[in-house]
């Protein structure tokens, strides 16, 4: 059983000693246990946090423990009602060859999934965070302007397609001509503005002429510095995500814009909320499934993926992904 553990608690960006690969020997489940091959270990930003032991909504990893992470996996052998070997699970396996469990929280998908993978991105944990967050707390209406930025990533895509369907006018955020270029002619919002390019604050306000109703903020830093101004009366903010600040040492630079961005939410009626998934809108996920599961089906929803070739790969994908390096929803692909 291949592993990577945590070595040690990185400061700023995690790089090579933050991971250490091992061999031990495959675990045997006992009585009301399972034992799950690990297929696909899913790669997301909140991972971040768990490698620190900040305080936070979840307990951290402990050093030299693996690293936690969902998984799809195999069933090799089970002891457990629900569970037969050979099906296929939606679990949290970590970035392991080889997991126990106990059923707990696990998806059995049966024997012959189609795009299994997807249930760690559109069909899974990002896109339920999409569908809960935008409808719950974002509360679109037909007519409004949305704007959503990590525009090309697996969160921020399926906002901007759910905006499109629900009637919206749907701008995205994201780094580069490249990504920008996706969102508007694969996945179908009315633009895309390129962050890092040269007047970004300009372009973003030329592009939402009646303002900002929506604003789904993953990143935060200088993208909601440009948002603020252009956000409506009664504007509502889901915050998911501020992945621009996870790596950070230090507060940001610069004056304090504590009491402006107070001011603004008082005088605009703002209605900022943070939420952490599967603790707000868990219950959801079954009506998500059908639904997005029928978009999905249609083609009304697409989905973009980049598959990595094996676990050792992970700690480098890992970091890149930390860089704004994906395009799409980063998933490893451990195949032993
Ligand atoms: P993404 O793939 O969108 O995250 C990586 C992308 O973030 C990069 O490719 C990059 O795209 C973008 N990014 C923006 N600013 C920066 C920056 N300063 N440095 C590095 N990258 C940057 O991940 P997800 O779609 O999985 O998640 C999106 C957000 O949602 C994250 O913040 C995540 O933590 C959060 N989240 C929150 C949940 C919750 O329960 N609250 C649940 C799931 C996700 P670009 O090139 O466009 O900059």
Redesign the pocket.
């Known amino acids: 059983n291949r592993r990577l553990v945590l070595a040690e608690r990185p400061k700023g960006e995690p790089d090579a000693n933050t991971l250490r690969l091992e061999t031990v020997a495959i675990p045997v489940p006992e009585k009301g246990q399972m034992l799950l091959r690990n297929e696909y270990l899913s790669l ?3 991972m971040r ?1 768990r490698m620190s032991d900040a305080p936070s909504y979840a307990a951290p990893v402990d050093v030299d423990a693996p690293m936690i992470g969902g998984t799809v996996s195999q069933v090799v052998s089970s002891h457990l009602d629900g569970f037969a070997e050979g099906d296929w699970v939606v679990a949290f396996g970590g970035w392991q060859d080889y997991a126990l469990s106990d059923g707990t929280g696990i998806i059995n998908m049966g024997k012959n999934p189609e795009n299994p993978s997807w249930a760690l991105g559109v069909l899974g ?2 896109g339920l ?2 569908w809960a ?1 935008l409808k719950h707390i974002g509360q679109p209406k037909a007519g409004e302007t949305l704007v959503v ?9 399926t906002v901007g397609q759910i905006g499109k369907i629900l009637g919206l006018r749907v701008v995205g ?4 001509a490249e ?1 920008c270029q996706h969102v508007v002619e694969n996945l179908g919002f009315d633009a895309c503005i390129d ?2 390019a040269d007047g970004f604050a300009e372009t973003l306000k030329s592009a939402v002429p009646e303002g900002i109703d929506i604003y789904f903020e ?6 909601f510095d440009a948002v603020l101004p252009l956000l409506n009366t009664l504007a509502r903010i889901p ?9 950070a040492t230090s507060l940001p630079d610069g004056p304090d814009r504590m009491n402006y961005l107070m001011g603004q939410i008082l005088r605009k009626r703002l209605t900022m909320r ?7 809108f868990g219950q959801y996920y079954p009506e998500f499934a059908s639904e997005m599961g029928a978009w999905v089906r249609e083609g009304k929803i697409k989905y973009r993926e980049e598959m990595i070739e094996g676990l050792e790969q992970a700690p480098e994908a890992f970091i890149g ?10 998933v490893i692909h451990l195949g032993n």
């Open positions: 997301d930003p909140y946090g944990m990002p965070t999409a967050a930025a990590g525009a090309s990533g697996p969160v921020g895509a955020i994201a780094g580069g990504k962050y890092k993953n990143v935060g830093g200088a993208v915050l998911c995500g501020l992945i621009s600040q996870y790596n943070g939420f952490i998934v599967f603790d707000d992904l930390l860089r704004g390096e994906a395009f799409g929803k980063r």
